[in-house]
């Protein structure tokens, strides 16, 4: 399949968020169309991306990783913009993580390498779609995840059927008792370690991996989880060092969602193993940011890392939600043309930041937390007002939302614009 | 805009669910494809809509709105798929409903009409467009609501600014205090069917509608709440046509989401009015029902209504989502590679139905309740398995969703299958 060329893809009336009565506009001409949100050039609900939030967090996760000696290789399925892909990589991410082979898909169609599976890789079409890539492009990098003995005789059978020659290279993957994916023990895992090495030439063992985003609890319980976790990781990369199951002489030790990459780099960093260590951390989230989940996390990552507390300002949230109030039914309630189509609802609901009408201000004024969104349906939002609200029918409210990844994967469109909510480009996403 | 032939539009690489390595084929040649789901044909997760089912959820609903001599105008938000919206008015629907005018275009697009928007006609961006539709098509007929006199003075002003030659036709909403959109009185409701008397010739009155779906309670309390806001409806209508606030002597009476709409015939049809009455019914839901929520509803149908029973096996679930079992970490854990980003988790988690593999077996065979989806992360489903599961790695599982609307909006590609799980056809969605 050929590369695509993301300022050539034509965008048009069938994609939510652009106007029927516009011309279908290519990508790389969306700064021409001279659009403003405020002046609702754009149909409402819309989605869009600061770009001066975004620039910020960019550097600010490159800054903070470069000091950390780490390398990044954030999670592309927050986002599956190949765009915003492209701008991590020349930001300094050494490549994208995927959770899927549908995602590899999009990230291989827009010429994307060294990708980390940060998942099993399972299922024949899956595996011989890496296989085929592997063997079509030996220029391409790809990393994946094993937590059992039969997915490494899965994969060895599949690499040797097809003759691969070079071997399918692959991260333990740690996991949590109660939890997701992942060896529970370092005896699980040094019997998936040593199939590997039975595996060979057809796989082989480059470095362990764990994802510490998933624990819960209040802060100090949480941590010390995730300090759990990394321990085993370390023990059982240790192990594997001391029976010779890594295949080479550095390996890659890689966690680190958008909660507690902190922690990794610390960690990690004063690891001492008999083989050199590349970190390697995932986040996805850094780059837009949120309102509520991850806000919350970052103050967390202020509070325990000096590193981070001296890198200047921190996260900005880049991605907002704008709807326009639809229907003032009775005091106190307005509802918004925003519903569960449209933004995450699966940690927290969106908040209500800003409101704006033409006739009325010239920059949108702040709300305050007395608005709040109390319920989602399909297509609409219910938010709760101060009974003395000054909103009206058809003032635009610009919503916060809570999870990112939940919130891109309801759009295949959205803006990115300047502080005025100027059109500056447009992304497109592949979900 | 010129309307698109759905069945000329490639599907590739690029859409969850088509493998990256098979040609780019037009969606009228799937059936071409010779693929099966459970020879892994297609990349996991993957949605599948069963035709059987389908085709007879379908005849039912036709028939069960024809004996009740009421009108079907499905509701498009469940599906947005023209493909889907073709086949409900080839097989007796007398429009499509829609909730946005981000859907209103998709629908004009592929040259649908009646169509009736259910929601409140909001935003200089989305009024424009509908006038603009109405000026271009004098055929197109279109429809929407309203539940405020400054609603109705907006859409007013629009369509004399625009010179409407013929009038924006809409029904009042009415809604339950505590509620969504809609009218909560009697009296509300009259201010806003006089100021549409005085929005002469540029808005007129043609019904009234509610949606009653979102009552909450056990069936007895939601069925009385039901036919509480049935009867302000039907009260409404009444002091309308006494005010001759209606603009013809035929009118609408509009309800009737997926769950109620035998209360809705039922009702409707006893009303005795100085107008003739049209019952327009909007489920958008029936035609792929589900495996929890609304054969929940079903149930409570089938026990409420006669015509119901008598028209033979009713709704059959159509939609599943396919996954993998990825890993087994622990005893009694399955991990599935479907998550968030796959299927609905907003009314209910996923029902594991069936497993598959093909070496084992000749087709699926049904799991049992000890199988039951815990969690969902954005990409990983959590599923508890008894601790003698013949479950392996690598085995496939059918899901059943809750709440289609919400699985649809995951999947620009299902695939239509036939009772061997052979394609047949595929769908694409706009959301």
Redesign the interface.
């Known amino acids: 399949?050929r590369k695509?060329e993301m300022e050539n893809v034509v965008i048009?009336?069938?994609f939510?968020?652009f106007?029927?009565?516009a011309p279908a506009t290519p990508l790389g001409q969306f700064s021409e169309l001279k659009w403003n949100l405020l002046a609702?050039?754009?149909?409402?609900p819309v989605a869009v991306l600061q770009k001066t939030a975004m620039d910020q967090n960019s550097v600010w996760m490159r800054d903070f990783i470069q000091q950390s000696g780490a390398f990044l290789c954030p999670h592309g399925?927050t986002t599956m913009s190949p765009q915003l892909f492209r701008k991590q990589l020349e930001d300094g991410a050494w490549g994208i993580t995927i959770?899927?082979?549908?995602q590899m898909?999009?990230c291989?169609?827009h010429g994307i390498s060294p990708l980390l599976l940060a998942?099993?890789l399972?299922?024949?079409?899956?595996i011989?779609?890496v296989l085929?890539e592997l063997e079509r492009d030996p220029a391409f990098e790809f990393y994946c995840l094993v937590?059992?003995v039969?997915?490494v005789e899965?994969l060895a059978k599949a690499a040797r059927q097809k003759g691969l020659t070079s071997p399918l290279t692959v991260l333990l993957e740690m996991?949590i008792?109660?939890g997701?994916?992942?060896?529970?023990t370092v005896a699980d895992a040094l019997k998936v370690a040593a199939a590997i090495q039975e595996a060979a030439p057809y796989v082989s063992l480059v470095g362990v991996e764990c994802f510490e985003g998933?624990v819960t609890g209040d802060p100090a319980i949480r941590e010390q989880k995730v300090r759990d976790l990394l321990e085993l990781l370390i023990e059982v990369a240790q192990q594997c060092a001391e029976h010779q199951y890594f295949a080479s002489d550095q390996i890659l030790l890689s966690a680190g969602g958008s909660a507690y990459y902190d922690l990794v780099v610390e960690r990690f960093g004063q690891v001492e193993l008999p083989v050199d260590v590349k970190i390697m951390v995932r986040s996805g989230c850094y780059l837009t940011h949120d309102s509520a989940v991850y806000k919350n996390h970052f103050k967390e990552v202020l509070m325990r890392s000096e590193t981070a507390r001296n890198l200047g300002i921190g996260f900005q949230p880049a991605l907002e939600v704008w709807a326009?109030?639809?229907?003032?039914?009775?005091p106190g309630l307005a509802?918004v043309?925003m519903g569960?189509?449209d933004v995450s609802?699966?940690a927290n609901l969106p908040t209500p930041l800003k409101w704006y009408r033409a006739d009325h201000m010239s920059v949108p004024e702040n709300l305050t937390s007395d608005y709040t969104i109390t319920a989602l349906?399909?297509?609409?939002g219910?938010m709760k007002v101060p009974l003395d609200t000054p909103l009206?029918?058809?003032d635009l409210i610009g919503f916060g939302v809570s999870h990112p990844?939940?919130t891109f994967?309801?759009w295949?469109l959205m803006y990115v614009v300047d502080d005025h909510y100027n059109v500056v480009s447009g992304i497109k996403t592949?979900?």
């Open positions: 399949m695509i048009d009336g069938n939510k968020g106007p029927n009565d609702q050039d754009m149909p409402f399925k959770a899927t082979v549908d898909k999009i291989r169609n998942n099993q399972v299922g024949q079409q899956a011989q779609y085929n937590d059992s039969e997915g899965t996991g008792v109660g997701r994916t992942g060896c529970r998933l326009l109030v639809q229907s003032m039914p009775e509802l043309t569960k189509r609802f699966d349906n399909d297509q609409h219910y009206q029918i058809g990844c939940t994967d309801r295949q592949f979900f």
